[in-house]
């Protein structure tokens, strides 16, 4: 257990970095969304909201990517396994989605208290995600949090196990897959059950459950590939 607290710790040798870099970030996403509901028609929209959150999420992957490519040579040089690396990292992955679970569903208290910040904006939950329960909105918010943090990781292990290479491939590979899937339910003209059963779905299974389930079977790939990288 402090093998994977010492790599837990690894993710906050620059806290201001790997802390608020998230929220400066979102928070700038969030300025410019406020001023563009402010000054422009947007904000005579009734209920209107806006993919500005996806600013937070994103720039958590991305600084999960950089945090196993660069932290894991380092953790193993100091004689951390590979399962404790993970291990910490997962740690702090989800007690991070927790913590901007916390954060962002007591800015969509603010939010809904305000009138979309006197503009109509749905910023912090946008649309359906606001389910008007603070303990609930914890996770629905923190949900796509832990899935976004997983996603960094596992392009973090795969840049480790195959270099830029394997990134620009798995880029590929999942464009080819998504599109030849967009395709063949074109073609089936399954679109409409699709869009049926997701309006049958709950908002907890939607936001809750499949971000979490895709977390796991992220978190699965990328253990099995960690396990061959070498410093």
Not at 25 to 54: K, Y
Request: glycine residues 12%.
């Amino acid at each position: 257990m402090n093998r994977v607290l010492q790599a837990a710790r690894l993710h906050f040798v620059h806290p201001l970095v790997s802390l608020a870099m998230p929220w400066v970030i979102v928070g700038l996403s969030f300025t410019i969304n406020l001023a563009v509901w402010h000054l422009t028609p947007a904000g005579e929209q009734d209920g209107g909201f806006t993919g500005g959150i996806l600013a937070l999420y994103i720039t958590l992957l991305i600084g999960y990517l950089q945090a196993v490519t660069q932290l894991l040579p380092f953790g193993m040089g100091m004689g951390l396994s590979r399962r404790a690396f993970y291990a910490g990292t997962a740690l702090v992955a989800v007690v991070e989605a927790l913590i901007y679970g916390v954060g962002i569903s007591a800015l969509t208290s603010v939010e809904d208290a305000t009138g979309g910040w006197g503009a109509q904006m749905s910023f912090w939950a946008p649309g359906p995600l606001d389910v008007d329960n603070p303990a609930l909105q914890v996770l629905v918010s923190g949900a796509p949090v832990l899935a976004f943090a997983f996603a960094g990781i596992a392009c973090g292990v795969v840049s480790k196990r195959w270099g830029p290479s394997g990134v620009w491939i798995l880029s590929i590979a999942s464009t080819v897959v998504l599109g030849g899937l967009g395709i063949l339910l074109t073609w089936a003209d399954a679109w409409p059950a699709i869009g049926r059963w997701f309006a049958d779905q709950s908002v907890t299974t939607l936001a809750l459950g499949l971000p979490v389930a895709f977390a796991a079977v992220i978190a699965a790939a990328s253990f099995a590939v960690l396990r061959r990288v070498v410093p």
